[in-house]
C-alpha cells in the first residue's frame, strides 16, 4: 500500500474495494456505482478536501440515512447526478460545516428540492462561496430563484441553461430583476456577487437587463468583478427555435455598455470554449480502465 498517496481518479466500473491509505487520502474523483457509495468514502477519509468531480453509473433506489454523515474537511464538491431521488438523498445524508465550493449537475426529471437543500445548508453552517449549476431540461426560473435565495454568501455564480431552445429560459427577466441593487430592493438575490457565468441557450433578450443588474453593481464594497457569457448554438431540428437564442453579436453589446467600469465581460462563441471558462474544475473527467492514483 502507498502510504503517501492522497489523490485518488476512478475510472467506470472501478470498485472502492480497493487497499487504500483512507486516512491520508486528501482528493477523490470519478465514478462509482451510487451515491451510497461516495458516502461510505467519506466515512472511510476524514481528511479529504475535495471531491473535483464525481458521477454514477447505477440507477438505484436509495435509502437515505437515519442519521447524516458529518464531515469537517470537505470544502469541493462536484456532483453528476441521474436518478430522481439522487438531489434528495445527498443533501439528507451530509453535513459539511467546511463547503465553500459546490458543483451540482443533474439530467430531466432529477427533483429539485429547495427544502432539502435549505435544511443541508441549515444543518452544515456552511459558508458557501461558490455555486455552479447545470439542471437538466425543464428547470425553471422558479425553481432557480427558490435555490439561489438560499445561498446569500455567494461571491461566484454558475448557471448552464440546458433549455431547447423553444422552452422558457430560467435566468429570465424575474431572476435578473432580483439582483439588481439599489434603493428599492433593500435585500437583492446573491448581495455578495462578484462574478457570474452563464453558460448555454441564453435567452435573447437578457441584455438590457444584464446591463441593469451590472450597473446597480459597480460600487464598493459590493462592486461587480466580472461576467463570462459562453453562449450554445440552438439544438438542430424542425422544433428549434434560434431566434429565440442569445447571438453573440447581442451578448457583446454588454460589453460595450459596460465598457467604462470595472466589470471584465467574456463573451464565448458558440462552439468555441468547452466546459466553464469562469471555473474550471481542478482535474477533468476522463475514462481509465483503472483508478489513477497519485501521490
Known amino acids: 500500500m502507498a502510504t503517501s498517496l492522497r489523490h485518488v481518479w476512478l475510472g467506470p466500473g472501478t470498485t472502492t474495494c480497493l487497499l487504500l491509505p483512507w486516512m491520508a487520502l486528501e482528493s477523490w474523483g ?7 457509495d461516495f458516502v461510505d468514502v467519506l466515512t472511510k477519509c476524514p481528511n479529504l478536501s475535495e471531491c473535483t468531480s464525481m458521477k454514477f453509473f447505477e440507477y438505484s433506489s436509495l435509502t437515505t440515512p437515519a442519521t447524516p454523515l458529518h464531515h469537517q474537511r470537505l470544502h469541493t464538491l462536484a456532483i453528476s447526478l441521474v436518478s430522481p431521488n439522487e438531489f434528495h438523498y445527498f443533501f439528507n445524508s451530509l453535513v459539511l460545516p467546511g463547503l465553500l465550493d459546490l458543483r451540482i449537475s443533474t439530467r430531466r426529471g432529477t427533483i429539485w428540492s429547495p427544502q432539502d437543500f435549505s435544511h443541508f445548508l441549515d444543518r452544515s453552517s456552511c459558508i458557501l462561496r461558490r455555486l455552479v449549476l447545470s439542471p437538466g431540461t425543464g428547470f425553471s426560473a422558479i425553481n432557480l430563484i427558490d435555490i439561489i435565495s438560499l445561498v446569500p454568501s455567494l461571491t461566484e455564480f454558475e448557471f448552464v441553461e440546458n433549455r431547447y431552445s423553444d422552452e422558457a429560459a430560467a435566468v429570465n427577466h424575474a431572476v435578473l430583476h ?18 457570474l457565468s452563464l453558460i448555454g441557450r441564453l435567452a435573447r433578450d437578457l441584455p438590457a437587463a444584464l446591463i441593469a443588474v451590472l450597473r446597480s453593481r459597480t460600487q464598493p464594497p459590493y462592486a461587480f468583478r ?23 453579436a447581442d451578448a457583446r453589446t454588454v460589453q460595450l455598455a459596460l465598457a467604462d467600469t470595472a466589470i471584465a465581460v467574456t463573451v464565448c462563441e ?12 481542478t482535474l477533468k473527467m476522463g475514462y481509465h480502465a483503472r483508478p489513477v492514483l497519485r501521490a
Do not use: K, M, Y
Open 30 to 36: 470519478g465514478e462509482q456505482a451510487s451515491p451510497e
Open 178 to 195: 432580483g439582483l439588481i441593487r439599489g434603493a428599492a430592493a433593500a435585500a437583492p438575490l446573491l448581495p455578495n456577487l462578484q462574478t
Open 226 to 248: 466580472a461576467l463570462f457569457l459562453q453562449l450554445h448554438a440552438a439544438e438542430e431540428g424542425a422544433d428549434a427555435e434560434p431566434a429565440n437564442v442569445l447571438s453573440a
Open 270 to 281: 458558440a462552439g468555441g470554449t468547452q466546459g466553464s471558462a469562469a471555473f474550471p474544475p
